[in-house]
């Protein structure tokens, strides 16, 4: 874990006591030890090493994206391990080596899918002008096409720049439809008074801000997004079973808290599996399960904002707009 790296301790340090926590709830013969390292993949690849060297019969990591890349395309690997990223590139991966994490773009392509079930046929995409948005807007503009639906047009905004009433103007031709936002809640409430109420606006776990207030969340009523049972569904016997996070963190501290939680489930099912794992886990980031490549695959919860909340989706098919 990248505990000693400016960028990555508060993320990794909350993996690390998810991880630990659940450790101790299934009573687990498992011993776990922390292995601290920066961001770097030349560090990361020795204590990779080292954790080899002192007999360890699984290791959950790295966690950044370029250390998963490093490891997945070294020969180092011997013993299962679990990656916590996507490692970069289609190249094919050691027979040992694992990977599961929190995509943005695996999640925009799962709104896709939802949006096609959704039985919705046309669809623009609009995006913060940022890395993280356009991989997102891409991902999701993709997957919809693939499926079989249209792709109107795609927008980008700087949220300084006043270019919201050009985006309202072109949807307004609309009466049905969707929209796909890829931006996270603070963007999201700027651009969304301006997205067409006769068109559904559909997003990612990115709009959820779990600490913010009813009231903060007017403007995303209506929103279809997925997230993880451990936001949405806490009175889940899945879930409930495991100790939360004290003093509860931000969307992201809780979500990487939620990933250590079925790190180690994960884990359990692969060092228990001499040969290759089959196993489907009623998780508390979604339901997982083992996908082609080695992907550990994770299916979220369907969600929408009602009265400023993030509730599950009680329906399958398709409804109104902001219904």
Not at 26 to 49: F, P, R, W
Not at 57 to 69: E, H, Q
Not at 176 to 201: H, I
Not at 205 to 233: C, E, H, K, T
Request: net charge neutral.
């Amino acid at each position: 874990m990248p505990l000693q790296s400016p960028d990555f301790r508060r993320a990794a340090d909350a993996v690390r006591l998810g991880f630990f926590a659940a450790l101790k709830k299934h009573e687990s013969k498992l011993v776990a030890i922390a292995i601290q390292t920066e961001d770097g993949a030349e560090q990361i690849l020795g204590a990779y090493q080292d954790a080899v060297r002192l007999g360890v019969k699984i290791v959950i990591g790295p966690m950044t994206r370029g250390a998963v890349s490093a490891l997945a395309a070294s020969a180092l690997v011997t013993i299962p391990t679990l990656a916590l990223n996507v490692p970069d590139g289609d190249s094919a991966l050691p027979r040992r080596f694992y990977w599961f994490g929190l995509s943005a773009e695996a999640e925009a392509r799962q709104v896709a899918a939802m949006a096609w079930r959704d039985e919705q046929k046309i669809c623009f995409v609009v995006h913060p002008d940022t890395g993280l948005g356009r991989r997102g807007a891409q991902a999701f503009a993709e997957s919809f096409r693939w499926l079989g639906g249209r792709v109107m047009q795609v927008f980008a905004f700087n949220p300084s720049d006043n270019a919201f009433p050009q985006i309202r103007d072109r949807l307004l031709d609309f009466e049905s439809g969707c929209v796909f936002l890829a931006a996270d809640a603070d963007q999201a409430r700027l651009v969304r008074p301006y997205l067409s109420n006769s068109l559904t606006v559909y997003a990612t776990s990115l709009v959820n801000a779990p600490l913010a207030r009813p009231r903060d969340n007017v403007d995303l009523n209506g929103i279809r997004f997925v997230d993880m049972p451990w936001l949405l569904q806490p009175d889940h016997p899945g879930v409930m079973i495991y100790p939360r996070l004290e003093p509860a963190g931000d969307g992201d501290v809780e979500r990487f808290y939620a990933l250590g939680i079925d790190a180690f489930r994960i884990a359990s099912e692969l060092q228990g599996s001499p040969r290759v794992p089959q196993f489907d886990i009623d998780g508390v980031t979604g339901r997982i399960r083992l996908g082609r490549n080695n992907q550990i695959l994770r299916e979220p919860t369907a969600a929408i904002f009602r009265d400023g909340v993030a509730l599950p989706r009680d329906d399958t098919g398709p409804r109104q707009a902001g219904k």
